[in-house]
């Protein structure tokens, strides 16, 4: 019997400290707004626009993590350290037989005019917004990719810890105005587009972020096409793969638990 639930708690602590192996729907999950679902991309407007909408993935079909803003697409969460997972509408459709609205347009996060700096922006209603969570502290891959062949392969995303509250995201509003390759930019700002409760942690203008995600904390994330004509179209489906590093102290932890667990174990054999 000893030996049983020292064999349990082993592999408990494999799979919930090291998070080896593959992911699994127990080790990350993904969560969508069902607003314009089935849409052509770029069809029906902005998604998640007026209200938080109607999602699946959660347990009673409304926003997670406690979300009162007025715009979110999709929402991740990792269970387990070292899970990865896949956010697009290909996704949606084979989790929840939804087909999720996932898409941005070329310029929403930038349209790149560094030629003519002053002048360049982004534009809210067409940059998505996503919320993220991992339940450890660990490393996290942030890397967006066109599903859509036409051509454009470049994203911006920027990464805040905390959300929003109802009634702040400016979705008409420009952001990232102004927005040059030095150190001095919009995107590093706190609270893009009036909303309230947003600190910067991260960006990149080449499709891939990496950040360090607090056990248990929300982070906003602002995804949009880089370097377009414009910041309207054209739209495309992207898909987001997230992927995660347990942090070296989540593994001397583990070697701790493991010290601890076999110890327990030899002082009841000895007893015995």
């Known amino acids: 019997m000893e030996k049983n639930k020292l064999s349990l708690a082993l592999g408990l602590a494999l799979t919930g400290v090291l998070g080896l192996g593959a992911s699994s729907a127990a080790s990350a999950h993904v969560m969508y707004n069902t607003d314009n679902a089935g849409s052509a991309y770029g069809a029906g407007g902005t998604d998640g626009w007026s209200t938080p909408g109607s999602w699946v993935g959660t347990a009673d079909g409304n926003a997670p993590f406690g979300y009162a803003g007025p715009v979110a697409n999709w929402a991740a969460q990792l269970h387990s350290a070292g899970a990865s997972l896949i956010v697009s509408s290909a996704d949606a459709l084979d989790d929840y037989d939804v087909a999720a609205d996932i898409d941005t347009a070329k310029g929403a996060w930038n349209d790149g005019k560094f030629t003519q700096a002053a002048d360049s922006q982004g534009w809210g209603h067409n940059t998505d917004v996503g919320l993220f969570k991992s339940n450890v502290t660990q490393t996290v891959t942030l890397t967006a990719s ?127």
């Open 146 to 272: 066109n599903v859509d062949p036409n051509g454009w392969q470049i994203f911006g995303i920027s990464v805040f810890s905390g959300m929003t509250t109802a009634g702040n995201y400016e979705h008409h509003g420009g952001w990232n105005i102004g927005y040059t390759e030095d150190d001095t930019t919009p995107a590093t700002l706190d609270n893009p587009l009036g909303t309230v409760g947003l600190t910067f942690v991260g960006y990149t203008d080449n499709s891939t972020v990496t950040f360090t995600a607090q056990a248990g904390q929300v982070y906003s994330i602002l995804l949009g096409g880089y370097s377009g004509s414009g910041n309207f179209g054209p739209h495309a489906g992207y898909q987001l793969a997230i992927s995660s590093v347990p942090v070296p102290g989540a593994v001397w932890l583990f070697g701790t638990a493991m010290a601890g667990l076999i110890g327990i174990g030899g002082r009841r054999k000895i007893s015995a």
